[in-house]
């Protein structure tokens, strides 16, 4: 059952459609404040709030401590000789990791990291049961979405 997005505060970001974003159907400036999202979201609604809501939690993301963050990356990590994501962003990254780039926090696990983040809180608050890309264990998603309860009570902000 998926959960309610919990409120959101922090500075407005700008969401623009664009007629075309080339291969990706969604880009994010952290600095601009601004979320890109191709036009061809529109004709899928449940794609379009999945998108959209990926792309807000690389907002939030960013403003996690370094420990909460941590303790994300410990779920990652107890996964990992599992199969499956909620989403390609963040399934095609898990399957590069090589050991090193797990055992020393690498740019690329923490990219994954991040992804996995973003796509968990769209498995979880857009409202989908079902999707080709969520192909991760009810297991470990039982778990995601502990940790996401834990961290972001609903009536609780989250800081973007």
């Not at 990219?111 to 996995?116: D, N, Q």
């Amino acid at each position: 059952m998926p959960l309610r997005l919990p409120p959101l505060s922090g500075r407005p970001i700008r969401v623009e459609l664009r007629r075309s974003l080339g291969p990706h159907l969604a880009a994010t400036s952290i600095p601009r404040r601004l979320i890109l999202l191709d036009s061809q979201l529109l004709r899928t609604r449940h794609d379009f709030d999945r998108i959209l809501i990926h792309e807000i939690f690389h907002f939030a993301w960013l403003r996690l401590s370094n420990a909460t963050r941590r303790s994300w990356e410990e779920i990652l990590q107890s996964e990992l000789n599992s199969r499956g994501e909620l989403g390609w962003s963040s399934e095609w990254r898990k399957q590069k990791l090589t050991r090193a780039d797990r055992a020393l926090r690498s740019p690329a696990w923490r990219r994954y990291a991040c992804e996995s983040f973003c796509d968990s809180a769209a498995w979880l608050y857009a409202g989908l049961r079902h999707h080709p890309e969520f192909t991760l264990a009810n297991l470990r998603r039982r778990r995601r979405r502990t940790w996401f309860t834990r961290h972001f009570p609903p009536a609780s902000p989250v800081r973007i």
